[in-house]
T-cell receptor
């Protein structure tokens, strides 16, 4: 079974600075998807970024980018120019590729605090 | 695009009553919807996977007779907590597969906070 590990229960960053959240996963599959979701205090889960395992290029969405290291099974999220609105729980998630399970496997989350 | 709504956003009920939570995909068709439960300061726990027009698939340890799921259309799934008890108090979140990110991406509703007195 696949597992997702987020080793940082909490992180903090100064406003306008850059922070990196770690995520590692374990799988024997070659085709899969990785996601970062953000859950602010409102508890609405928001998709931050998505990466297909077959793509070597790291996904980027504005201030959010990932460092996808397939061989190392690592999928870290970098937030640049941090803003107060970035404060939230961040969950890393894994999904099997075509023909596999549709379920998302979540990590335990990292609570990000942004200091003004 | 890819908006999922949930109703109600919060509900308080007496022990022994049933509560229905609706999950709708507003701007896309969702062949698959998922129901999660989240305890405070914890990650999401998948309860069941719901496919349109067929019976839901429940995760191990989830009582199917207590948590009734119906996915009657491509835009609506419902979760009914039957004979609710205080231990059922929790935050329930639905998600729907599909939308702008592709069929491999789940989009989440805003959640429903259930309090059973």
């Amino acid at each position: 079974a696949q597992t997702v590990t987020q080793s940082q229960p909490e992180m903090s960053v100064q406003e306008a600075e850059t922070v990196t959240l770690s995520c590692t996963y374990d799988t024997s599959e070659s085709d899969y998807y990785l996601f970062w979701y953000k859950q602010p205090p409102s508890r609405q889960m928001i998709l931050v970024i998505r990466q297909e395992a077959y793509k070597q290029q790291n996904a980027t969405e504005n201030r959010f980018s990932v460092n996808f290291q397939k061989a190392a099974k690592s999928f870290s999220l970098k937030i640049s120019d941090s803003q107060l609105g970035d404060a939230a729980m961040y969950f890393c998630a894994y999904r099997s590729g075509w023909g596999g399970s549709e379920k998302l496997v979540f990590g335990k989350g990292t609570k990000l605090t942004v200091n003004p | 695009g890819a908006v999922v709504s949930q109703h109600p956003s919060w509900v308080i009920c007496k022990s022994g009553t049933s509560v229905k939570i609706e999950c709708r995909s507003l701007d896309f068709q969702a062949t698959t919807m998922f129901w999660y439960r989240q305890f405070p300061k914890q990650s999401l726990m998948l309860m069941a996977t719901s496919n349109e027009g067929s019976k839901a698939t429940y995760e191990q340890g989830v009582e199917k007779d207590k948590f009734l799921i119906n996915h009657a259309s491509l835009t609506l799934s419902t979760l009914t907590v039957t004979s609710a008890h205080p231990e059922d108090s929790s935050f329930y979140i639905c998600s729907a597969r599909g939308g702008g990110g592709g069929a491999d991406t789940q989009y989440f509703g805003p959640g429903t906070r259930l309090t059973v007195l």
